[in-house]
């Protein structure tokens, strides 16, 4: 009888897949890069699970090409806009995802690039390195305070919640946007929903957590940056292309808003020809915001028994599509 194929698109931190060896034929993409579209549509066909990450286009074409014997697409990720997730429930393929395990670490990180936008701990780390630090002075890169300012969130899930905990630690006044209303967070939160439109206005930090959808795509623009204020800092740990990248540069450029983080780009990676990296007022970090070893380590568990549970014919413990269940 033929073993089991597995393909596992990334070397996972953490753990061992040896374990599976021993019932399985694991194939396992070394090197530390995506592995390209050819190739992975080459290496996919006849394979029985599939363990993958945000970097992979898993769409109809791709399932198609594995064929019937695929029994499970198992991603380690909380998100999964890159997966065509209606058509593998059309197919009657569970898929996997990593949600909560990753919320406090998010939210940590992106608190922390909060607090390095607004107090300008890039430029000043930089401007420290070229040697141009000669004496104190009263006005050497002013920033921004965060205690007693205004923080605006735009999506308020498990990530947004976890961030406006801090904030209110440091007795910022909170108000968020969201799709839907949720009365009991704003009462345990004490914070404030409001249109999105107000938010902007309001707010001295925005930070987004909204997922990928054709509603979100370039929810950031032109327009929505013009109605922040000129102080104002925006902050995404969620999905790229939730920011038009062509008119926050022009916003960073004019100075119709102050400054930016950015832990998505889009496209991933940022190319360096990007003329956000131009800018100063600007800190762009590589798709970090999940990458404590714990937290990862953890990731990776979760994705191998959401792998192995399919391969069984169990139900998968962290289910995308549990809808593939009522069949």
């Excluded at 996972?12 to 021993?22: A, K, N, Q, T, Y």
């Excluded at 390195?129 to 899930?157: C, E, F, K, N, Y």
């Excluded at 902050?235 to 916003?251: C, F, K, Q, W």
Aim: glycine share 6%; hydrophobic share 45%.
């Amino acid at each position: 009888m033929d073993k089991t194929r597995i393909l596992i698109t990334r070397k996972l931190p953490g753990v061992s897949v040896e374990p599976l060896r021993e019932s399985a034929a694991v194939e396992l993409w070394e090197q530390d890069c995506p592995m390209p579209n050819d190739l992975f549509l080459e290496r996919v066909k006849g394979v029985d699970g599939l363990l993958c990450m945000v970097t992979d286009r898993v769409d109809d074409q791709m399932m198609a090409t594995a064929g019937s014997s695929l029994r499970v697409v198992s991603q380690m990720a909380v998100g999964f806009d890159n997966i065509d997730v209606a058509a593998a429930t059309r197919r009657g393929l569970p898929v996997g995802h990593t949600p909560g395990v990753l919320t406090e670490t998010t939210a940590d990180f992106a608190f922390a690039l909060l607090m390095a936008a607004a107090r300008r701990i890039s430029e000043a780390e930089r401007f420290v390195r070229a040697h141009r630090w000669m004496q104190w002075s009263p006005t050497l890169l002013l920033g921004q305070d965060i205690h007693a300012a205004t923080l605006g969130l735009v999506g308020l899930g498990r990530i947004g919640s976890a961030v406006a905990r801090r904030a209110k630690g440091f007795g910022m006044r909170v108000m968020y946007y969201d799709m839907f209303r949720n009365a009991s967070a704003e009462a345990e939160l004490g914070i404030e929903f409001a249109p999105l439109e107000d938010v902007l206005r309001q707010a001295d930090f925005i930070s987004l957590h909204t997922p990928l959808t054709p509603e979100t795509r370039h929810l950031i623009n032109r327009d929505s940056l013009r109605l922040m204020k000129p102080t104002a800092v925006v902050i995404n740990t969620s999905r790229g292309p939730v920011v038009d990248h062509a008119a926050l540069y022009e916003a960073l450029r004019d100075g119709v808003i102050a400054y930016a983080a950015l832990d998505v780009t889009d496209p991933e990676p940022i190319p360096a020809s990007s003329p956000l990296l131009t800018l100063e007022n600007i800190i762009v970090v590589p798709h970090i915001a999940s990458a404590s070893a714990k937290t990862r380590a953890r990731m990776a568990e979760m994705a191998l028994s959401n792998l192995q549970a399919g391969l069984s014919g169990s139900r998968l413990p962290y289910c995308a599509n549990p809808q593939v269940y009522d069949s």
